[in-house]
């Protein structure tokens, strides 16, 4: 489960990502994904994506992790 840093970071991310998309489908998707944070614990793994490079590691390590187990 990926996880963004904050709520106010994921809305600045998907205004930026979704340029001329209207306030209701943003607030839609940030509502969405606070209900999606709920269920965090059904998760085997998750990881905040604070720096892109370093989630991309921090991935890459879950997937390594579960390809040698």
């Given at each position: 489960?990926?996880?963004?840093?904050?709520?106010?970071?994921?809305?600045?991310?998907?205004?930026?990502?979704?340029?001329?998309?209207?306030e209701e489908e943003v607030s839609r998707r940030i509502c969405r994904a606070g209900a999606e944070?709920?269920?965090?614990?059904?998760?085997?793994?998750?990881?905040?994506?604070?720096?892109?490079?370093?989630?991309?590691?921090?991935?890459?390590?879950?997937?390594?992790?579960?390809?040698?187990?």
């Open positions: 489960f990926i996880i963004p840093p904050s709520i106010r970071e994921l809305r600045k991310r998907i205004e930026k990502r979704s340029l001329g998309t209207r944070l709920k269920n965090i614990s059904e998760y085997d793994y998750s990881l905040r994506n604070i720096n892109l490079i370093q989630a991309a590691k921090r991935l890459k390590g879950i997937i390594l992790k579960k390809v040698i187990h």
